[in-house]
């Protein structure tokens, strides 16, 4: 199968900045699109932004021109610059990957990170 580790997330202060990764491992995998997804206490998990492989981007409202996602294809890597951070941002954000892995055949999959948690202080 496909894992996905996180890195990057913190406590940081309203209106600072965070840079959170996500890499994909494994055997014989192609990945299409890549996204993150976050949780806070008591809610559900939110698509945050989303990337294919040919870079079309989406966001969530909330998030636009604060928010940039990006992926290095060739490390099978995609990150999420988080800028003008604010205290609603505060959550568990979930890296997120679908496409196709190599078993006995090529069969789709879809994976998600174990978290990794961002609090925004006021």
């Known amino acids: 199968q496909v894992q996905l580790r996180e890195s990057g997330g913190g406590l940081v202060q309203a209106g600072g900045s965070l840079r959170l990764s996500c890499a994909a491992s494994?055997?014989?995998?192609?990945?299409?699109?890549m996204g993150w997804y976050h949780q806070a206490p008591g809610k559900q998990r939110e698509l945050v932004a989303t990337i294919t492989r040919y870079g079309s981007t989406n966001y969530a409202d909330s998030v636009k021109g604060r928010f940039t996602i990006s992926r290095d294809n060739a490390k099978n890597t995609v990150y999420l610059q988080m800028n003008s951070l604010k205290p609603e941002d505060t959550a568990v954000y979930y890296c997120n990957a679908d496409g196709t892995v190599l078993a006995d055949t090529w069969s789709r999959f879809t994976s998600w990170g174990q978290g990794t948690q961002v609090t925004v202080s006021s």
């Open positions: 494994g055997s014989r995998f192609s990945i299409n699109t």
